[in-house]
T-cell receptor, first 115, second 111 residues
Framework: GAGVSQSPRYKVAKRGQDVALRCDPISGHVSLFWYQQALGQGPEFLTYFQNEAQLDKSGLPSDRFFAERPEGSVSTLKIQRTQQEDSAVYLC?????????????FGDGTRLSIL | AQRVTQPEKLLSVFKGAPVELKCNYSYSGSPELFWYVQYSRQRLQLLLRHISRESIKGFTADLNKGETSFHLKKPFAQEEDSAMYYCALSLRGGSNYKLTFGKGTLLTVNP
């Protein structure tokens, strides 16, 4: 594919609703990352997958956040019982390998607004 | 915990002028440093990394371990350099995949 693809581009939800954000990484990329970017801030790490294994979920803010990558390609970030502070841009990135010597390629992000 | 500080939220220069975007970090070990850039309506992309010691689009950045800085410099700014710039850090070792970003500096190059 041309790059990392994220959908939807924009999502508006009412407080308390569940949302699911999708990431399609670059074909063949082993590693996949999710970041959260609040307004006026830099991206903050949420979680990391190597193939289908979630190796690091230390950045997930609460147990309402859940990510999966069941077949080692497409990933979904799910947020349950959304709250206003969840409003942010959610970025997905992928890389060939897991180390810092492999650059991370970012998607356009999903802008989530919680009313 | 590691931290990246970009003291300038906004930076405005004229075309042809030198530009320096500041980045300081705090980490007790030996990190790897990166600059990412986001042009208007485009996605975040890697500009350069300190281990490559290369110049990309005329930009260079030198890691100064004594001052814990990784400032981005360009001798003659161009209008197309206008963008949001993020400094980022990753650790060496087991968690070297995880990037810690600064808050970013919005560079505007005026004609």
């Amino acid at each position: 594919g041309a790059g990392v693809s994220q959908s939807p581009r924009y999502k508006v939800a009412k407080r308390g609703q569940d949302v699911a954000l999708r990431c399609d990484p670059i074909s063949g990329h082993v590693s996949l990352f999710w970041y959260q970017q609040a307004l006026g801030q830099g991206p903050e790490f949420l979680t990391y997958f190597q193939n289908e294994a979630q190796l690091d979920k230390s950045g997930l803010p609460s147990d309402r956040f859940f990510a999966e990558r069941p077949e080692g390609s497409v990933s979904t970030l799910k947020i349950q019982r959304t709250q206003q502070e969840d409003s942010a841009v959610y970025l997905c990135a992928s890389s060939k390998g897991g180390g810092s010597n492999q650059p991370q390629h970012f998607g356009d992000g999903t802008r989530l607004s919680i009313l | 915990a590691q931290r990246v500080t970009q003291p300038e939220k906004l930076l405005s220069v004229f075309k042809g002028a030198p530009v320096e975007l500041k980045c300081n970090y705090s980490y007790s070990g030996s990190p790897e440093l990166f600059w990412y850039v986001q042009y208007s309506r485009q996605r975040l992309q890697l500009l350069l990394r300190h281990i490559s010691r290369e110049s990309i689009k005329g930009f260079t950045a030198d890691l100064n371990k004594g001052e814990t800085s990784f400032h981005l410099k360009k001798p003659f700014a161009q209008e197309e350099d206008s963008a949001m710039y993020y400094c980022a850090l990753s650790l060496r070792g087991g968690s070297n995949y995880k990037l810690t970003f600064g808050k970013g500096t919005l560079l505007t190059v005026n004609p």
